[in-house]
C-alpha cells in the first residue's frame, strides 16, 4: 500500500513503524473471509482491510479520529485472525494498537460511554474491587429490565448477565508462595496469578500447579505482579497498560535471581500480551531490555507441557472432548496444537467445531462494550460446538470459558484442569 507520511510524522518512531505495516498490505482481501465482523456484517468498513484504510487515513493525515472511524474500530475484536490469513505478514496487532491509542488521546466519547470505560478499566484489574463488583451486579441483576432502558442500557444489561451468581473462595493458588515439586525438582516456573481469573475460577491456577509439581516442576507465584494490562491496552489506554506491564516486569525480573525457566500463563489473553512487553516497552530505556526477556520466557502453560515428558493416566478417560480454541492461542500467539495433543495423550477423545477460526465475542471487555455482536458470535460458535455433540468443551482462556458458559448447559473447563484429573487430580468443580 502507497503511504504519504511527511519526513516529520515519520520522525515518530511510532509512526514510522505504523507506516512499514501499512506498506506490507497489499489489498489482497484475503483477510476479510476469516474476520468476524466483516462475516456478520458485510461491511468493508468492518473488515481488516477496511479498518487499515481508516486507520492510514486517519494517522497519515494527522488527524483527530471521527465518529466513524471509532465505530468500526471499536468494533473490532482484536481477534487476530487476520493476521492468521494476511499471506504479506501485516502486523494488524501493532497498528489497531497504535490507532486505539491515537482514539484514546483524540477523540472526546460521549460521557456515559466514557464513564463506562474508565469504571470498567478501574474495576476489572482490581481483584477486591472485582469482588465487590460482581457481587453489586448479582444484586442488580433482578434490575436488568430497567438497566436496559438506561443510557449503555444494553451493556449494563451485558454486564449483568456477564456476573457470576457466586465467587468461589480465595484460595492459596493465588496469593504470593511457592509450591514445591514432588520428588526431584527438574524445573522452576513462575505462574501468573493476573486478576479477574484469579477470582473467577481459582481452580485453573490449582490444577496448574498440581500438574506442574507432578512433573517435577516447582510453581512460584511472586508478590507484586497482578493484571498484565491487557484489557486497558486494548481500551487503548497506553500509560496504564504500562504502568501493568512494569510491575508484572519487576516481580518477574527480581524472582529470576532465583532461576526461571519460564513464565507461565493459563489465561491465554494474558499470555499475548505478555509476549509483546518487549515491543510495547521498546522505547523505555529503563525496561526495554528487561521487557524483553520477560516476553521471551513466557509461555502458555500448553505451550510448556508439550516440552515435559507425559505423566501416566490414572483414570479412565475417553470422554468427547470439543477444543474451543481462543483466538489470543490460535491467531495471538499461533499455539494451534499443543491443547489438542495434551488432551489426546491424556485419553480424550477431541473434536474441533467448524469454523474454529472465528472468535466467540468474549474479546476482553468486548462483550460489555459491543453486546450484540459479541451475542450473535456467541450464539454462532456454540451452534457450531453442538454439532459436535461433545460431553466437555475445553478452553484455554477464562475469557471465552465466561463467554461460552452463558449459552450452553454442556460442562466448560479449562484444558490443564483435564490433564490434571486424567493424572491424579481432582474432578472440575464445572464437570
Ligand atoms: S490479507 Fe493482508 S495484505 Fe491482504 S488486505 Fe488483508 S491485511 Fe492487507
Ligand atoms: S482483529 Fe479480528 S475483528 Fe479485528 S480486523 Fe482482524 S479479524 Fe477482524
Redesign the pocket.
Known sequence: ?QTNFSLAQLADPHMKESEQILR?????????ATCPTYVLLGDELD???GR?YLIKDMLEGGKPATAEVVKHVDRCLSCLS??T??????H?MHLVDHARAHIEKTYERPASEKLLRNTLAKILPNRKAFRWATTLARLGRPFAGIAAKLPEGGRLAAMLALAPSALPAPSSATQPGSFAPKGERKGRVALLTGCAQAELAPGINEAAIRLLNRHGVEVVLPKGEGCCGALVHHMGQEASALAYAKANIDAWTAEMANGLDAILITTSGCGTTIKDYGFMLRDDPAYARKAATISAIAKDISEYLETLPPLPVTRETGQSVTYHAACSLQHGQQIKTAPKNLLKQAGFVVKEAAEAHLCCGSAGTYNMLQPEISARLRERKLGNIAATKPEIIAAGNIGCMTQLAQGTATPIVHTVELLDWATGGPRPKGL
Open positions: 500500500m506490507t498490505c497489499v489489498h489482497c482481501g484475503f483477510c476479510t473488515s481488516p482491510r487499515i487476520c493476521m490469513t494476511c499471506p504479506s505478514g501485516v494488524y
